[in-house]
C-alpha cells in the first residue's frame, strides 16, 4: 500500500497552497492536483494591495506563484492537470481515490479546494476587459476607481452591498438590473436607495461592454429589456455581481451541499460528511471570498487533515473497518448533518 498518498489537495488558489504548505511542514508529502488554469481567481486580478505582508502591493499572479513555490520547497509535488473523478469512501480510514486522465491517485485524506467561479454576463468585450475595466471583486478592485462613475450590474443583496461600498469611491455608481423589482431584501434595497450617489437604470441588460476614448474610460451598451433601445454610458469600470458558481461538480453526489452547491462542513472545522475529506476556500464559502479568508481555511483543512491522519488507522479489510468505526465512535471526526 506504499502508493497510497497522506494528503492530495484537489484544487489551487490561496486554499490549495495553503493547506499543501502546512501539510508539507508536516511532512505529509502532499499531491496537490492544481488544474490547468493553476492559482485559482487570482490569476485574474492585476493589483492586490489587501494581502498582509506586501506593503506596496503585488500582482495576483506573482502572489500565486510565490505561495506555489513556497509549498513546494517543503516537498509539495504538483500535477498541471485537472482532476476528472473521485470516489469518496464512507468509512473511517478508507481510502480515497482520484482520477486524473488516465492516471489513478489514492490518499488516505482529500482536501477540497476548488473554489468558485465568478458568474459573468457572456457579452461581448466582458472576457476582453476583465482586469482591465471589468471587475468581479469590489472589495479587491474599488480604489482603482476612485472618483470615477461605476456601473455595477446585480440585483440582489450582494450588488447592494458593492453598489454602497462603491459609492465610497466612485463620483457615480450606476446599478443596472434587467427588471423594474430587485431580488434584495427590502432593507438593503432601502440602505441602498438612500445613498445619494448611487442611480437606477432599470429594466435594462447589458448588451456589451466597449472600450473609451481614453485608457481609463470604458463604455457599457445597455439595452432596454421592453423596447430594445440601446443607450451607451461612459464610465471608469464595471463590476458585475450576479453571484458566484461554486466548482464542487465531481463531488456533489458524494457529499453535502447546500443548494446552491457549496460544500457544507462541520461546524467551524473543514470536515465534511465523509471521514478524511475536508474542504477550504470559496467552495465553502458564501460570505467573505477573500484571499486572506480562503488561505486561513486552507490552513484549518491542513491541520484538520493532520489530526485525521494522526487518530485514524487506517483500514482496509471488511473487519478493520468495523472495528475502527467503533474506535472513531468518540473521537474528534463526526459527519456534517445533511440538516445542517
Not at 468558485?116 to 482591465?132: C, D, N, Q, T, W
Not at 447546500?258 to 475529506?277: F, L, N
Request: glycine letters at 10%.
Amino acid at each position: 500500500m506504499a502508493d497510497i498518498e497522506n494528503v492530495i489537495i484537489v484544487g489551487s488558489g490561496p486554499a490549495g497552497y495553503t493547506a499543501a504548505l502546512y501539510t508539507a511542514r508536516a511532512n505529509l508529502q502532499p499531491l496537490v492536483i492544481e488544474g490547468f488554469m493553476w492559482g485559482g481567481l487570482l490569476q485574474q486580478t492585476t493589483e492586490v494591495e489587501n494581502y498582509p505582508g506586501f506593503r506596496d502591493g503585488i500582482d495576483g499572479p506573482a502572489l500565486m506563484q510565490t505561495m506555489r513555490d513556497q509549498a513546494e520547497r517543503f516537498g509539495t509535488r504538483f500535477i498541471t492537470d485537472v482532476a476528472d473523478e473521485v470516489e469518496l469512501s464512507d468509512e473511517p480510514g478508507g481510502v480515497h481515490l482520484v482520477k486524473v486522465g488516465g492516471d489513478e491517485y489514492r490518499a488516505r485524506t482529500v482536501i477540497l479546494a476548488m473554489g468558485a467561479e465568478h458568474k459573468k454576463l457572456g457579452v461581448p468585450g466582458e472576457e476582453e476587459l476583465s482586469g482591465a475595466g471589468i471587475s468581479y471583486c469590489a472589495t479587491c478592485d474599488a480604489a482603482f476607481f476612485k472618483d470615477r462613475d461605476i456601473v455595477i450590474v446585480g440585483g440582489g443583496d450582494s450588488a447592494m452591498e458593492e453598489a454602497m461600498f462603491l459609492a465610497k469611491f466612485g463620483s457615480k455608481v450606476i446599478v443596472v438590473n434587467r427588471r423594474d423589482e430587485f431580488r434584495a431584501s427590502k432593507i438593503m434595497l432601502e440602505r441602498a436607495r438612500a445613498v445619494e450617489n448611487i442611480e437606477w437604470k432599470t429594466p435594462y441588460v447589458v448588451d456589451a461592454f466597449l472600450e473609451g476614448n481614453g485608457p481609463f474610460e470604458r463604455i457599457a451598451r445597455l439595452k432596454h429589456v421592453e423596447t430594445g433601445e440601446l443607450e451607451e454610458v461612459p464610465m471608469g469600470g464595471a463590476f458585475i455581481a450576479i453571484g458566484h458558481e461554486p466548482q464542487s461538480e465531481i463531488v456533489r453526489d458524494q457529499i453535502d451541499v447546500d443548494d446552491e452547491g457549496y460544500v457544507r462542513v462541520d461546524g467551524r472545522s473543514t470536515r465534511t460528511s465523509r471521514p478524511g475529506v475536508f474542504a477550504a476556500g470559496d467552495l465553502v464559502d458564501h460570505t467573505y471570498r477573500q484571499a486572506i479568508t480562503a488561505a486561513g481555511s486552507g490552513c484549518q483543512a491542513a491541520l484538520d487533515a493532520e489530526w485525521y491522519l494522526r487518530d485514524t488507522p487506517q483500514v482496509d479489510t471488511p473487519a478493520a473497518l468495523a472495528q475502527a468505526g467503533d474506535d472513531l465512535a468518540e473521537s474528534q471526526w463526526s459527519p456534517v448533518s445533511s440538516e445542517t
